[in-house]
């Protein structure tokens, strides 16, 4: 059949399934299947119309045979998608629950796998049950090689610095690639966290989809950080079971900023986007097929810090904390595993968003990556202590801070915010402390490794002076 015979069939069955004439649309996209069999656009319409039309054995069959064009074409995350939509309809589809335990094999990346080690493996597993979040684990006492830092630990309480199996240590003298990027401009004045929401959703979602297109040159960083990379088969088949698959329209709002939140969605089919509410409202990043979000959901129980949008009809899957729990509990190394993605999604957006490390070449983001250490500090603790110069630059991941000025509290330090970096450049003590007000689990970079990236680049030390002279 040609070309255009095709396009003459496909609108046919469009128009009548927009009509609502579901026996004629059926009998169309049957024959488009046959025209056409590599192609599984055409078994999930004809599913669709099945849908509208109740004929559930139908749909399943329907929905199974595009399953299998998507693994024949190495697809998985659609093939995993198609999949849960047959075990919403028949939980004891055998073909599809055999094909979910397989399912990783075509979900990897393309290029190489990470040469990582094994992930330590926490003792026993009693607390999973006790903490509702991540951060209600008191790390020290789970994870092998958790050691109080005793230089930071002598005057309060502890300092822990939390081993995820990669941590590197010593020099990075080797980062010294030349950048000839411009100068990064000041930091920008604080701005209000939360702004009112606007009535017309399309109208903004159109107003902020050119500064998405800007902004996903910086958002390949989060590319290469996938969380499934590191699950045994057993255990990528259970989370595929477990997670729920979820639809949205174009123009959806999957969540607000401000929201509460306790999933992580992985995009398996459309985009969507990262809108800081301002004021001004701005888009941040456009996520494609394979991306995730909303991963801080599975460690703390804060608000969500940006609002999600679907920029088109999205298809995603959601891995709520239950689930989670439910892997530690059959392998309690999976916690490594999520404080290492935590971890490595983290630095990327420090690379993103701090003027410093956007200077930096990937292959230097890459070799510094590994040289944040995951710390847990307990109430009372100070990330920075005035007096003395900051041991490094401190990234807060979850918890509460506050900097003092002896009795007199100055200001809030929380999620996402970093302390230290002017201590640390400067070699002056610093005039102020920062102290934990809840637990905090943060990352550290040794105060070494900064001050080398920015003697290495001229266009960090001028940003260092900007800062230093903006905050006098």
Known sequence: MSPSEIAR????????????????ALSLCLELEQQQPADPEWPRRTAKVCRQARLVPEEVAALDRAARIYVRLGDGL????????????????????????????????PHPPLERPRPVAPRATSWVKKASTLDGIELKSVVPGARRIEER??????????????????????????NRSPPPKPPPAPKVAYGAPTADEDALILSVEDEMRDAERTNQALTDTP????????????LLLEAKLIEQKKGAEIFHQGDPGDTLYVIAE??????????????LSKLKEGEFFGEIALVADQPRSASCVALSDVQLIGIDRATVKKLIELAPEVLTILLRFFRDRSVARLFQTHPIFTTLSQRDQEALSAHFRFLELEPGSAL????????????????????????????QVGPGEVVGERSILTQQPAQASVLARTKVYALELPGSAFRRIVEARPEAKAYVEALVKQRG
């Not at 939390?162 to 003298?173: A, N, R, T, Y």
């Not at 986007?273 to 004021?279: L, N």
């Not at 920075?384 to 509460?400: D, F, H």
């Open 227 to 238: 969380l499934f990379r590191d699950l045994e088969e057993r255990l990528f088949g259970e």
């Open 78 to 109: 659609k093939a995993a998608a198609v999949s849960k939509q047959i075990l919403q309809l028949d939980p004891r589809h055998a073909d599809t629950l055999s094909r979910m335990a397989k399912l990783k094999a075509i979900t990897a990346t």
């Open 9 to 24: 069939l496909r609108d046919a069955a469009l128009l009548a399934l927009e009509q609502g004439r579901l026996r004629e």
């Open 153 to 178: 630990s002598a005057r309060g309480p502890g300092v822990y610095q939390i081993p995820l199996g990669d941590d590197l240590e010593g020099s990075v003298s080797a980062i010294v690639t030349p």
């Open 270 to 283: 459309g985009t969507v986007g990262v809108i800081d509410e301002g004021p001004p409202r701005k888009g």
């Open 384 to 411: 920075v202590e005035a007096g003395t110069v900051a041991p490094g630059l401190l990234v807060v991941l979850t918890g509460r801070a506050e900097v003092r000025e002896g009795e007199r509290a100055k200001a």
